[in-house]
């Protein structure tokens, strides 16, 4: 059926949000994560699940351990077969729980090397070259492998400035690395929210991700972004998927433009 015309996509936008809380619960930053491990996880991330990035980190810091920090994989979320539980893993979740490899190494590989490490996460090439090119760039930044001590540097714009130059990070990649290592007020558009924001007529930018954010940025009230960015992951995965959507389960189908009602 034809999209009908956005009407009102703030009040849409605000109206979802409150359903999305109060169906799937309020999700809230818990802490401090270390940017860079959360950045990796990310990149790692592109293109893919974030069960396979989390099989191609893990085998970076397997073959590269770095100095034992007491994090422990088994707190992972699970499902009932004692699997990494798809729906539920966030890459919060690897950065708090996975222990990183040793970044002054992982610098030192060549391409190559890095990418039949991570080969699990997909696009090993652009994937390696996207992390040796940050590491790279810390070094010369700040003269360490630390992206926290670059963005206390430079402050949260410039460093996304000069991420966002290096080649294989963009800006939703940023965005994620922000709400979660940080708790930055934003939200990133993945697939997932993209897709979703799109349907139900809140933005309509075809499949240009980036402008959605744009869009949908000044639209969120404040304090409200992290928990639609995670509310929106769980609801594509479950509910409003890419094939075959669950819409007569779906609890935002009042709000959808295929309906009249809103």
């Known amino acids: 059926m034809a999209k009908r015309a956005i009407k ?25 994560k270390d940017a860079l491990e959360v950045l990796v996880l990310t990149i790692l991330s592109q293109n893919t699940t974030d069960p396979n990035a989390l099989r191609g980190y893990q085998n970076l810091a397997k073959h590269l351990p770095g100095k034992p920090t007491g994090k422990d994989a088994s707190t992972l979320p699970r499902d009932e077969a004692g699997n990494v539980d798809k729906v539920k893993l966030r890459l919060s979740n690897a950065a708090t729980a996975v222990e990183p490899p040793d970044w002054t190494k992982v610098a030192k590989l060549k391409q190559k090397q890095l990418a039949d490490y991570i080969r699990a996460a997909g696009l090993p090439d652009a994937k390696s070259g ?23 540097q430079l402050g949260v ?19 994620v690395t922000l709400i979660e290592a940080l708790g930055t007020d934003l939200c990133p558009v993945d697939t997932h929210v993209h897709r979703i924001i799109n349907r ?61 009602s809103f």
């Open 130 to 152: 996207a992390i040796l090119a940050l590491l790279g760039w810390l070094d010369e930044t700040v003269g360490d492998y630390s992206l926290d001590a670059a963005i206390e």
């Open 8 to 32: 009102d996509p703030k009040r849409r936008l605000v109206k979802a949000i409150d359903l999305l809380d109060a169906n799937l619960g309020a999700a809230v930053w818990d802490g401090h």
């Open 200 to 260: 139900l007529g809140i933005v309509d930018t075809k499949s240009n991700r980036d402008k959605t954010f744009t869009l949908l940025k000044p639209m969120i009230p404040k304090g409200r972004a992290y928990s639609l960015h995670h509310n929106l992951l769980t609801f594509g995965r479950t509910v409003c998927t890419a094939k075959a959507p669950k819409c007569a389960e779906c609890f935002l189908r009042k709000l959808c433009p295929s309906t009249d």
């Open 157 to 175: 714009g410039q460093a996304m400035d000069a991420l966002s130059g290096l080649k294989g990070i963009g800006v939703k990649t940023i965005g």
